[in-house]
């Protein structure tokens, strides 16, 4: 046993306070990976900051944009009409992530700033031209993810919400690990006009990331056909017990088809 | 596991496989590496906080050369046990090849990896992405500090 702090502050002001007094404090969102990590003695920070009490979980139609706050649950994001009437895709792929007790627990925020290279929202935020609210700046998608596990987020630095361009239509179809509903591999395409953005999760070993060639390619000619001819290559993709490399290429380009079928 | 590079430096062979011999030089490029300490000719005593993603775990244990070669390569072995979360080990095989007009020499390197105890149930599908990533870590950042000391001043 080990002793840890444990302070539920108001504010992210209070909460950023409360972490410039630990040494080596963590930040609890929904707790849906830092628990089990913590009870697993993977981790041992001498104080949790739980930041559900800052009041970051609002959901609000921005007119171009949908705002969501950080601390806002998968269940709520799934089961809310402003979602499902703004961009239906996400409302979809936070009704898949884990089970309901993860569902009920995790949150927008909390999935986004761990950046597991097998997350869903990752590949929302990136596909869907977030940007990142911070406590103390504004980040666009492109800049935020920097590698597996890895964000431009500061130690001491919060997420307060997240607004997502309202696309002209999206999807997102995943292929999950039939035991943690991870995404062994997962494919968000949105049409913004003639552009397309098409964000995989799961297969990179650098996390999440943009596919250029099926970008163009459904940019030029929206259809599933118009995929066939773009080569995808296994370098740099994930390979482990669950699936290899090789396969994990061939699940990009069938998952990006269902997405656009 | 089967994780290559390799580097091409434009320098001699001799200046490469000294700065491979030097625990300063070695202790900056080994990731998160806290403290470094030669034991003996082929002895270093290490600590090392790993941080990937929500682990955070601090590594005590030891770095060995082997199959010594001058100055040609060797094998650097690290093995470290994390208290409760598990224990690590890796191993890369290092070889160093000078061209023709000793111009220039090529660093490869060649990992391998293992997982004990918790860490590896936990993060058993990140293994070799995160083994990949500390290898290029460590030789990107050894093969970087090279390039900056041969800067003209």
């Known amino acids: ?261 | 596991m089967d994780i290559k590079d390799s580097y091409e430096l434009p320098l001699p062979k001799e200046r490469i496989w000294a700065a491979l011999n030097d625990e300063e030089f070695l202790k900056k490029s080994i990731p998160w590496c806290e403290k470094l300490e030669r034991r003996s000719e082929t002895e270093l005593a290490a600590e090392v906080k790993l941080k990937i993603g929500p682990m955070s775990t601090r590594f005590t244990g030891s770095i060995t050369l082997s199959d010594i070669d001058p100055p040609n390569g060797y094998t650097i072995t690290g093995s470290g046990k994390g208290g409760i979360a598990g224990a690590a080990s890796g191993s890369a095989k290092v070889k160093l090849v000078e061209a023709k007009d000793t111009s220039s020499t090529t660093l490869s390197y060649e990992v391998s990896a293992q997982v004990k105890g918790k860490i590896a149930q936990l993060g058993s599908r990140l293994i070799q992405s995160t083994a990949k990533k500390l290898s290029q870590n460590f030789f990107g950042s050894f093969v970087k500090q090279l390039e900056d000391m041969d800067k003209p001043q």
């Open chain 1, 1 to 261: 046993m080990y002793s840890t702090k444990y302070v539920k502050p108001n504010s992210t002001t209070e909460a950023l306070e409360a972490i410039k007094s630990l040494s080596e404090g963590k930040f609890l969102a929904g707790g849906m990976t830092l628990i089990p990590t913590l009870k697993q003695r993977l981790a041992s920070p001498d104080g949790l900051v739980d930041i559900s009490g800052c009041k970051l979980d609002s959901i609000a139609d921005e007119g171009e944009t949908l705002k969501i706050g950080a601390m806002a649950r998968h269940i709520s994001v799934a089961e809310s009409a402003v979602v499902k009437m703004a961009i239906p895709a996400l409302a979809k792929l936070a009704d898949g992530i884990g089970d309901r007790q993860v569902r009920n627990r995790g949150t927008l925020g909390g999935s986004v700033a761990n950046n597991d290279p097998s997350a869903c929202y990752p590949s929302a935020v990136l596909a869907l031209k977030a940007t990142v609210h911070t406590s103390n700046r504004s980040l666009a998608a492109d800049d935020f993810f920097t590698g597996m596990f890895e964000t431009a987020l500061e130690e001491d630095e919060i997420i307060e919400s997240i607004s997502f361009l309202k696309p002209t239509k999206a999807n997102y179809v995943k292929f999950p690990n039939p035991a943690s509903r991870y995404a062994m591999v997962g494919v968000f395409v949105a049409q913004f006009g003639d552009e397309v953005r098409v964000a995989v999760t799961g297969a990179g070993e650098g996390g999440v990331f943009r596919h250029q060639e099926m970008e163009s390619a459904l940019s030029s000619n929206f259809s599933a056909d118009s995929l066939s001819s773009v080569n995808i290559v296994s370098d740099g993709l994930i390979s482990d017990l669950h699936a290899s490399a090789e396969y994990r290429a061939n699940l990009i380009k069938e998952m990006t088809k269902r997405a656009v079928a």
